[in-house]
């Protein structure tokens, strides 16, 4: 099984116990991306240099013995209207095409605290207006499963990224995830799709995991500040 398969719970288990290296496993992540992301579309921006930087910035803190999180050196998409300093945030828009933020959102910070790998930022309906991923002004997204369908939105990317296995965990905005249940935009027959999320004020905010064991980890991330939601599904109730 190639790294890129692995699930984050299982990642984080084989980088404790020296099994792989952080470098590893995003090097695979993103030879899986250059396979399949001409097909699928869910990235809008990559970040490779920086991600393997950071990725090597992990093992070495792993080599030193120092205490990380449960997701240090794990590879992350981060939805495209979610703020990242230095890495471009179009909300899928030609309107801030090229806007580079000079700040992090909250959540981002997180991220980055816990050592987490971004790859990049993935495609999203414009604004997040829509419930397909066909309305971004750069490209459509593809449902791995079948490309001849849509994803559900307007986090589509995120859905597809995870799905397409170009990486575990995606962060997005979950609100809309009972569409993606009915639109069969993460899982495959018979498998659960699990998002442990946080709300505040009126935004949803969430990881897209492969597997619903994925809440073993929580991801270690702490996202205090709001209302706790779990949804644990299983597809073939829903369809």
């Given at each position: ?11 984080s288990s084989m980088l404790r116990n020296k099994e792989c290296s952080s470098v590893e ?138 799905a397409a296995e170009q990486l575990s965990p995606a962060f997005a905005n979950v609100k ?39 809440k073993e980890i929580n991801l270690g991330l702490d996202l205090k500040g709001g209302m ?12």
């Amino acid at each position: 099984m190639e790294l890129f398969e692995r699930t984050a719970s299982e990642l984080s288990s084989m980088l404790r116990n020296k099994e792989c290296s952080s470098v590893e496993i995003t090097e695979s992540v993103y030879n899986r991306i250059e396979k399949v992301e001409d097909k699928v579309n869910s990235y809008v921006t990559l970040c490779k240099d920086s991600a393997i930087e950071k990725a090597k910035e992990v093992d070495n803190a792993i080599a030193e013995g120092k205490d990380l999180s449960a997701l240090a050196g794990i590879p992350i998409a981060v939805k495209d209207n979610i703020s990242t300093k230095g890495i471009k945030t179009t909300c899928a828009s030609k309107m801030l095409e090229n806007y580079i933020p000079p700040f992090n959102a909250t959540v981002v910070d997180k991220i980055n605290a816990a050592d987490m790998v971004i790859t990049g930022k993935v495609n999203m309906d414009e604004f997040a207006m829509g419930s397909s991923t066909e309305n971004s002004y750069f490209k459509k997204t593809r449902n791995p499963h079948d490309t001849d369908r849509v994803p559900g939105g307007s986090s589509g990317g995120s859905a597809a990224a995870v799905a397409a296995e170009q990486l575990s965990p995606a962060f997005a905005n979950v609100k809309e995830v009972d569409k993606a249940f009915y639109l069969d935009s993460i899982s495959k027959e018979r498998n659960r799709f699990y998002i442990d999320s946080i709300s505040s004020e009126k935004v949803f905010l969430g990881f897209t995991y492969k597997e619903v064991k994925e809440k073993e980890i929580n991801l270690g991330l702490d996202l205090k500040g709001g209302m706790n939601v779990m949804l644990q599904v299983e597809l073939s109730d829903l369809v």
